[in-house]
T-cell receptor
Framework: AQSVAQPEDQVNVAEGNPLTVKCTYS??????LFWYVQYPNRGLQFLLK??????LVKGSYGFEAEFNKSQTSFHLKKPSALVSDSALYFC?????????????FGTGTRLTVIP | NAGVTQTPKFQVLKTGQSMTLQCAQD?????MSWYRQDPGMGLRLIHY???????DQGEVPNGYNVSRSTTEDFPLRLLSAAPSQTSVYFC??????????????FGPGTRLLVL
């Protein structure tokens, strides 16, 4: 079975400080991992993905994610948070059992950046 | 390109009523899917399609039907609405139905309230 877990429902960070949103995964085989962001009353927007290669993946809006195989983690990071980064963040893993391009999502982490 | 579009944006139904949520994409994507988003549960896959004429069930298919008569459209039908189907529904698509690196693009969502 494949799954991802986001252990924190809520993360608060001061503007200008670094931020981390945590994600751990469980897959049998190679993981294909994604981060999406959802702004209020909007659909999900793609941020970045890990397929293979470098463990540090760079994405949109200055975000990056660090893949750690030994810890089975894929944490989302940003060096300096902006108030506009406040949103709901989802980690997801690709379904590799059905062969179709389905995703299993975590429960989401709400990020609040405090001015 | 309009991307992935969904209609309606918001709908109120009475228990037992039926309705169809519309989803269309103009990117010539082979893969399309429907997710529902519930608080504290992330997004869960309802049904998906890897091409015109091909559909399959996801994690939570009960009470929903789909069809894929064209590449562009993937409607979701609620046969007899129940309060448990109160949720936000997202449609998503990607170019390849099976590519490991494929990114899914999401529509803006339909908010459904069943009384």
């Amino acid at each position: 079975a494949q799954s991802v877990a986001q252990p924190e429902d809520q993360v608060n960070v001061a503007e200008g400080n670094p931020l981390t949103v945590k994600c751990t995964y469980s897959v049998s085989g190679n993981p294909y991992l994604f981060w999406y962001v959802q702004y209020p009353n909007r659909g999900l927007q793609f941020l970045l993905k890990y397929i293979t290669g470098d463990n540090l993946v760079k994405g949109s809006y200055g975000f990056e994610a660090e893949f750690n195989k030994s810890q089975t983690s894929f944490h989302l990071k940003k060096p300096s948070a902006l108030v506009s980064d406040s949103a709901l963040y989802f980690c997801a893993v690709r379904d590799i059992q059905t062969g179709a391009n389905n995703l299993f999502f975590g429960t989401g982490t709400r990020l609040t950046v405090i001015p | 390109n309009a991307g992935v579009t969904q209609t309606p944006k918001f709908q109120v139904l009475k228990t037992g009523q039926s309705m169809t949520l519309q989803c269309a994409q103009d990117m010539n994507h082979e893969y399309m899917s429907w997710y529902r988003q519930d608080p504290g549960m992330g997004l869960r896959l309802i049904h998906y399609s890897v091409g015109a004429g091909i559909t399959d069930q996801g994690e939570v298919p009960n009470g929903y039907n789909v069809s894929r008569s064209t590449t562009e459209d993937f409607p979701l039908r609620l046969l007899s609405a129940a309060p448990s189907q109160t949720s936000v529904y997202f449609c998503a698509s990607s170019y390849s139905p099976q590519g490991l690196q494929e990114t899914q693009y999401f529509g803006p969502g339909t908010r459904l309230l069943v009384l």
